[in-house]
């Protein structure tokens, strides 16, 4: 049993080396027993990776030991398995859910998305969690792969055609792409049943992914639905392996999350809406011009947390994680997303006229600085104290903002550094009105990132 597996915002590693039959039993036995202090029942899916089937089988075992009853929903998006938590199977409510799934990671890696009481399990949660394990983990788990089954794919689909009726027969031609992860299982349906002008790319589950990566952040993955929104579609729409992060594609544009947010808070009244710290500031600028914008943690289960503190109507990371707690429930849903988006469209807004109103910056990618597990957050720290007297050619410092890493506030632009909670990386970010002040924060910043990794 590794405790590096054991990560901010869920349980992820290597199955086989990290995630194997002894691991995976004393997670759920372990977790079984926090589930067993509010309730008798777990709702438990899984993606299309050809190991989570196994998974499930030993984590059922490990729930079945704690005496809590395993409901089966077999192989769902990740948003099937957050909607379990509000729903009600045949009198019985959930009272926890994990999602067996290694989300956009390489194909050998898996990982366990944990609810509890309809919140995010995570940091201290999976912390405290980890501890019990390690501290036991010579308890023996028989076999007992007992479960109940349940139909959530089927009352998520209902919920999603009677949400968006109005969109039936949707005068657009719309691209999907589904990298052979876990949307397919639920939107062809969806599709199908609103009646819309679609084609679909790879919505057959396929856990070696044959086609692509199923990670619509890195341009290489979506090579084959932009060539089909050129040739045919209006509209297209990408998604990682298990459904719960967006692409967003025109002829044009590729939109990023906060850019989404900005686009979804227009059409609201007074909108409270929730950003990351990756996210740009004119998301924030211009949100703050008709509502209220706040800045907050990177990770899934941060946000969630934060939107349901704030109330906020929405919430959004750049790689297309979208949180709606209007007119839904609060957690990342890429396919409710999909379908707001096209709602967008039947109120007559153009996303690419929209995308030309917001104002120009140059903004980079995530840039990844390898590191190790063990150095990140120590490199995070000397760099605080190197920010404090930088070099002389140093640019003018105007803030920094210390929520999640350290995003430095120049006169011009800004530049973010912080260690990923998933991954053995620094995750940077630049951003300027002007391209080659961008650059400047961008060298500038890896310079003292290079001084504090010689200083450890």
């Not at 209007?326 to 995308?355: N, P």
């Not at 640019?395 to 530049?415: A, L, N, Q, S, Y």
């Not at 310079?447 to 504090?452: F, N, V, Y």
Request: aromatic letters at 10%.
């Amino acid at each position: 049993m590794k405790g590096s597996i054991f990560r901010e915002y869920d349980i992820r590693g290597i199955v086989g080396e990290e995630l194997n039959e002894r691991s995976v039993k004393l997670i759920g036995y372990f977790l079984g027993k926090r589930v067993k202090k509010v309730g008798d029942f777990v709702a438990v899916g899984y993606d299309a990776r050809l190991h989570s089937p196994q998974l499930f089988k030993y984590l059922c075992s490990g729930f079945n030991k704690a005496g809590v009853k395993v409901l089966n929903m077999g192989l769902v998006p990740t948003p099937v398995n957050y909607f379990s938590n509000f729903i009600d199977f045949d009198g019985i409510t959930p009272s926890a859910s994990v999602m067996i799934t290694g989300s956009h990671n390489p194909k050998e890696y898996n990982g366990f998305k944990i609810t509890i009481d309809k919140k995010p399990f995570f940091k201290d949660d999976i912390y405290s969690l980890r501890d019990e394990i390690l501290a036991n983990s010579s308890i023996e788990i028989e076999d007992d792969c007992s479960f109940l089954k349940i139909d959530a794919k089927s009352k998520y689909v209902d919920f999603m055609v009677n949400e968006f009726e109005f969109l039936r027969g949707l005068d657009r031609k719309i691209a999907f792409d589904c990298g052979n992860g876990a949307a397919g299982v639920v939107l062809e349906d969806i599709i199908k049943k609103l009646e819309l002008n679609a084609k679909t790319l790879y919505c057959e589950p396929d856990g070696n992914f044959p086609n692509h990566h199923p990670d619509p952040t890195i341009e290489e993955n979506l090579k084959d639905i932009k060539k089909l929104i050129k040739e045919w579609a209006d509209v297209g729409f990408a998604y990682d392996g298990d459904a719960d992060r967006i692409a967003v594609l025109t002829k044009n544009y590729n939109i990023k999350g906060d850019e989404l947010a900005l686009l979804f808070a227009k059409g609201m009244e007074n909108p409270v809406v929730v950003g990351e710290v990756k996210c740009s500031q004119t998301m924030y600028d211009e949100i703050n011009k008709i509502g209220k914008a706040y800045m907050y943690k990177t990770g899934h289960s941060n946000l969630k947390v934060k939107l349901k503190e704030l109330d906020a109507d929405l919430a959004a990371e750049v790689s297309g994680h979208i949180f709606f707690n209007d007119r839904y429930f609060g957690y990342d849903d890429a396919i409710y997303a999909t379908f707001r988006v096209l709602e967008l469209y039947s109120k007559g807004i153009d996303l690419e006229e929209e995308m030309k109103k917001i104002p120009k910056i140059y903004s980079t990618e995530e840039i990844k600085v390898k590191a190790t597990e063990e150095s990140k957050f120590k490199i995070i720290e000397v760099l605080k104290e190197l920010l404090k007297n930088p070099p002389k050619d140093f640019p003018k410092i105007k803030d920094i903002i210390e929520i999640d890493g350290i995003r430095v506030v120049f006169d011009e632009g800004w530049g973010l550094v912080r260690a990923s909670n998933t991954t053995p990386i620094l995750v940077t970010r630049f951003e300027s009105k002007d391209k080659e002040k961008a650059k400047l924060y961008e060298e500038k910043l890896n310079e003292l990132i290079k001084m504090a990794k010689e200083k450890i």
